[in-house]
Nanobody, 122 residues
């Protein structure tokens, strides 16, 4: 059974930092691109960042470039999203998703986690 379990969300003040974790199981971690989408109330779902577990290539949305960093620990089957300089606009539910390719991940996400709430206060 495929599982993507997110953790690390919470409430933080603007300018602060959070680190999200996504623990994956049920598929061959090294063969997948894994990353984060987010969705705020009344807004479209947005692909935030993704990393290929096989070659380390990454994708970032323009809205988070320079502030967020994605990384992967293949020994732990876990992907991390370090979020710095957080803004109120970053407030959303963040979902971990996995697909065999970054292109596929950007297109449709693939497997999904349950999500974790990130709230940035002004």
């Amino acid at each position: 059974e495929v599982q993507l379990v997110e953790s690390g969300g919470g409430l933080v003040q603007a300018g602060g930092s959070l680190r999200l974790s996504c623990a994956a199981s049920g598929f061959t971690f090294d063969d997948y691109a894994i990353g984060w989408f987010r969705q705020a109330p009344g807004k479209e779902r947005e692909g935030v960042s993704c990393i290929s577990s096989s070659d380390g290539s990454t994708y970032y949305a323009d809205s988070v470039k320079g502030r967020f960093t994605i990384s992967s620990d293949n020994a732990k089957n876990t992907v991390y999203l370090q979020m710095n300089s957080l803004k109120p606009d970053d407030t959303a539910v963040y979902y971990c998703a996995a697909d065999p390719s970054i292109a596929g991940w950007i297109s449709h996400g693939g497997y999904w986690g349950q999500g974790t709430q990130v709230t940035v206060s002004s």
